[in-house]
Structure formats: C-alpha cells, structure tokens
C-alpha cells in the first residue's frame, strides 16, 4: 500500500529560521521502506546515490497525505 507525504522543516528549524513550516524540496526522490525509515535517492543518469534522509536533513517532519 502506498502512502503519500511531504517531509516539512519544523516550525523550530534552528540552523534557518526561514525556512520554519516550509516543504523540503529535494533534487531527488524522497521514499520510506516497510520499516518507517525515509531516504533521499538521487540519479545522475549512470549512478545512483541512497541517503537516509536524516544524513541530509538532521530535523524534518513527516505531513501524512489522505
């Protein structure tokens, strides 16, 4: 079953101020395994690269889509 979301900075995001409550836009792709860990996924069209997405981005929130 898929489910949709949108990472968040946190309304407290203390490295930016600015970017508090805003969506995170990635340049990749944004998915989450069968065990609730969510990762960043980027091609450059030959490699691809896989992050846990808490390496990228240290504080974020998780907006649960209908």
Not at 41 to 50: E, I, K, P, Q, R
Request: glycine share 6%.
């Amino acid at each position: 079953m898929r489910k949709k979301f949108k990472i968040m900075y946190p309304s407290r995001y203390p490295a930016d101020p600015s970017l508090a409550g805003k969506q995170y836009e990635s340049s990749g792709m944004i998915a989450m395994n069968s065990e609730g860990v969510f990762f960043e996924v980027l091609s450059d069209g030959f490699y691809t690269h896989v992050r846990k997405l808490s390496e990228v981005l240290p504080m974020y929130d998780v907006c649960w889509k209908d």
